[in-house]
Every structure is written in C-alpha cells, then in structure tokens.
C-alpha cells in the first residue's frame, strides 16, 4: 500500500510588531504646584503675604505674596482664575519633582502683570537645573493694567553636564510691582516616536497532507518522509503426529514428534512429510 502523510500540518501563529511609520512627539506638562496661585481663597482686593506651595525669598515683610485684584483693576480679567502673585521686590521659588533629562525640550511660561496705580520695576523668570540658571527672561514688558504672555525655552542635550538635577522656578520682581499668573512648564522629547502595529502572520511548519506525494517503496521516499517498521519475530510450535509403522522397521510402533513451524517454513516441511508417506509400499 502506498505510504502516504496522514497527520494533519502543524502551523504556528506568530505575533509581529512592524513599524508603520514615525509619530509627531507632543509636548508633556510637568507638574506646579498651586500654578495659578488659586489655592489660597480671598476675598475681593484681598491678600496675604504667602503662597502656598512656593517659598518666598525676601526678608522684608510683604514684599511677596498672593493678591485678589478688585474689579476694574486690570483692563480684562486676570489670565487664569481670580488670584495673583505679587511681588514688591522679591522673589518665589518652587522645586520640581521633574528633573533634567536629555535630549528633551523645555518651555516655560508665565503671565506677567502691570498693576495699576505703581509704575512698572521689571521682571525676571528664570528656569533652574539643581542651583544652576540653565534659562531666563525678562521680556516683554506689559501695559499698564495688562497682562502680557512670556516664555522662555531650553534644551538639553545628552551631553548637559545638569542632566538629572532637579527642575526649579524662580519669579521675581525689581519693586513695586510685578504680578504673576498661571505658570507653566513642559516638556518636549526631541527622540521621534516609532508607531508600531502588531501583525499575525501565519507560518506553516509542514507539508499539508493534500500536498503529500504517495510512494511505492522506501526507497523512493522523499528526504522529508520516513517510515518506521517494527521487526517480526518468528514462533516455532513444536507437535506430536502419529506416523504408521513402515515396512523394515525394527522398533516397535510408536509416536514420533516432528515439529511444526506455524510459519511458511513449517508449511514446506509439512509438505514434504506427506510426499514422503505417499511413497511407502503398504504391509501386505
């Protein structure tokens, strides 16, 4: 009988990611605490002289601190809520839990106010890595009873010699007065993002059974076929026949054994026993 393949293929499903393509990398914002100086609720042209969330650095009393600016003080409502800071002439500072990493694009922005009825000192914002400026602005100047939008920009390289220091700001003012609203800072990775989508490609790991050749013998089978076969152990069963006395013989009548393979061989000798009772002459 031909040998043919009869177990179904293995095959084996295998999951791929495959680039598609180069994502735009978005700015991430890093996180402020009490950014837009709301923390601290007050009333109407109310202040304090603290900021919750930064420290102040002054030694003169209220020279820095949150402010409620009274209706009609500015020429539009302030950038980002209803508070301010203030500074007279002094500084905030907050420390970041970010720190400075490479390759990374940072922007900071802040809303700088000119309060009416004082003339306008002059500002600075400055961006730190650990103790060191790594960034500063002190422009635009605002109008009197505006506020104007300023940023500064840094980027660090792999090389930055601040690189995992933390981030800190610092706003200050050079008199009376300066006001500072909704600060902000982000951070822009300069390393393209590669877009990814998993794929299922299918990979056959033999020859589908409709594909099998059929063979006549071993010998002609092909590299990738085999075929096993057990060896066959022949049994020999030995009986007793009862064979008649023949003319000439001395011994008395008696049984002889003679064995008899269950195989083809035992067959042939069986055959040749009866050729050989056929040519005996009978007893008379």
Known sequence: MPA???ESPESATTLFSIPTGFSEPQPVSLSILNPSFEDDVLG????????????????????????????????????????????????????????????????????VGSRPPY?????????????????SVSSPVPEFGK?????????????????GQPLAIRLSSGGIQVNFDNVRLTALSLAPAIET???????EQAIAPEDAPSVESVDSLPA?????????????????RMLPA???????????????PTSVIGLL????????????????
Do not use: C
């Open 4 to 6: 043919t393949a009869s």
């Open 44 to 111: 109407g042209d109310g202040s304090v002289d603290y900021v919750t969330g930064w420290q102040i650095l002054s030694s003169s009393l209220w020279s820095v601190g949150t402010y409620r600016p009274g209706s009609g003080l500015y020429v539009a409502h302030v950038p980002d809520g209803v508070n301010v800071a203030y500074a007279n002439s002094g500084s905030l500072f907050q420390r970041l839990t970010d720190s400075l990493a490479a390759n990374t694009q940072y922007t900071l922005g802040v809303d």
């Open 119 to 135: 003339g306008f000192p002059g500002y600075q914002i400055d961006l730190l890595a650990g103790e060191t400026v790594i960034a």
């Open 147 to 163: 506020f104007i939008s300023t940023e500064l920009v840094y980027t660090a390289s792999e090389s930055d010699p601040l690189l």
């Open 197 to 203: 989508a998993a794929t299922e490609i299918m990979t």
């Open 224 to 240: 990738e076929f085999t075929v096993e076969a057990e060896p066959v152990e022949l049994e020999w069963v030995f009986a007793t």
């Open 246 to 260: 023949t003319a000439g013989d001395d011994e008395e009548d008696s049984p002889q054994s003679v064995p008899e």
């Open 269 to 284: 000798l069986g055959a040749a026993a009866l050729i050989r009772l056929k040519r005996q002459p009978s007893k008379s």
